[in-house]
Nanobody, 123 residues
Framework: QVQLVESGGGLVQAGGSLRLSCAAS????????MGWFRQAPGKEHEFVAT????????NYADSVKGRFTISRDNAKNTVYLQMNNLKPEDTAVYFC????????????????WGQGTQVTVSS
């Protein structure tokens, strides 16, 4: 069992930066792949980024590639999402998620979810 708690969301102007954190609890956290997803009002969960258990392998949605960076610190049981050059279309609730095994891009592949943190980008 893994519990996830996101933090770091807020209101930022376009072009600004935020860093989201996801604190995990559970003995097996270090063996889990982690992902970030987002959900805008009236839309489905959208894949943002994923990282494998060791942090060596990462993947990003095309819409955030070059602007967002996912990383993890297994000693702190925390995964991060550094978001730079934010755009109004990045506005959404951001969720972190965990899954056993390799990284995945589909929300349905993830077993555990946090409660989400709101990111609002003003133009």
């Amino acid at each position: 069992q893994v519990q996830l708690v996101e933090s770091g969301g807020g209101l930022v102007q376009a072009g600004g930066s935020l860093r989201l954190s996801c604190a995990a609890s559970g003995r097996t956290y270090r063996s889990y792949a982690m992902g970030w997803f987002r959900q805008a009002p009236g839309k489905e969960h959208e894949f943002v980024a994923t990282i494998n258990w060791s942090g060596v392998s990462t993947n990003y949605a095309d819409s955030v590639k070059g602007r967002f960076t996912i990383s993890r610190d297994n000693a702190k049981n925390t995964v991060y999402l550094q978001m730079n050059n934010l755009k109004p279309e990045d506005t959404a609730v951001y969720f972190c998620a965990a899954r056993e095994g390799s990284s995945g891009w589909s929300p349905g592949e993830y077993h555990y979810w946090g409660q989400g943190t709101q990111v609002t980008v003003s133009s």
